[in-house]
DNA sequence: GAATTATTTAGACTATATCTAACATGATAT
DNA sequence: ATATCATGTTAGATATAGTCTAAATAATTC
């Protein structure tokens, strides 16, 4: 991944490109996996430069806020983040929590009856069931 | 809401319909503003029979697993819950956390290829964006 | 290089949710 | 009916996730 892409992508959103603000940017952008706050504050923290959990976090807001970094949601669990490269779908599996990508396609938007006054920033669709790992085990309880 | 119709679901789903687990289940059916865990413990509290924030939990978790509750993750917020009554799709806002329905329509699901070997259960869309509250005052600042 | 602004930091704090272990209740069998 | 057993409830402790504060540091501008 070219740094000085993502130097760029930071200072285009206003965002000065700190080692630490970096750090997180470039864990997002080779781990897509869906790492966790505390997942990423960790790695980070593996080698120089160090950070604090106070700006994992606000680095963590910043990006998201700036549109470069998606969070996800998850029900009972922290919340995961990955970089918005390609546009995708996210899965869920309801044993394991883990967070993966679908292939993108796009989906329909409700009639503009139905939303109202409200303003549509975007649509995303959240499938859940069991993932590959989880789907055997279930099955056989 | 008939007070059989809510014992029947219950019973059907394997729990015994007890005072506190009612009550949880009774306010959801009767308040679909998706209230927060906290804010349906405090409901339930307000009259008899009283429920201990443990039991408002352990009776979300419960219904949740029986399928007659569903879990709104909201990012930075906590999870908000409502009784699956009619089929809907979600809209969060940006601004204040809220989450209203918007009218079900079908959705296509992904390719099956796309899949691999994952159990799809659900398919759920979200839409975000700034509701009909929000979305004047965000366009003044 | 002085002034200004943004960022980082450690640790305290808040919010949300779960766990524990004792007790109560409802269902079943005798 | 009463004993038995599984299920449900409770208060409070504990865990987990995330935010806040005020002081220190680093980047940018004048």
Redesign the pocket.
């Known amino acids: 991944m070219d740094p000085e892409a993502i130097r760029r992508s930071l200072e285009g959103r206003g ?7 970096y750090a997180v940017m470039a864990f997002l952008m080779e781990h897509t996996g869906h790492p ?3 997942e990423i504050f960790e790695a980070v923290n593996r080698a120089d ?7 994992t ?3 963590l ?2 990006l998201v806020q700036a549109g470069l970094v998606r969070e996800v949601a998850v029900e ?4 995961r983040f990955d970089a918005k490269g390609m546009r995708h779908h996210h899965f869920i599996c309801d044993r394991c929590g883990k967070v993966e990508d679908v292939e993108w396609y796009d989906v329909p938007r409700p009639a503009s009856g139905s939303l109202g006054k409200r303003i549509l920033r975007e649509c995303e669709l959240i499938f859940r069931g069991l993932c590959s790992k989880c789907a055997p085990r279930q099955a056989s309880r």
Chains 1, 2 share one sequence.
Do not use: E, F, K, V
């Open positions: 965002l000065r490109c700190t080692a630490q603000r966790t706050a505390a430069p160090r950070s604090s959990r106070a700006t976090y606000n680095n807001r910043d009972g669990r922290a919340a």
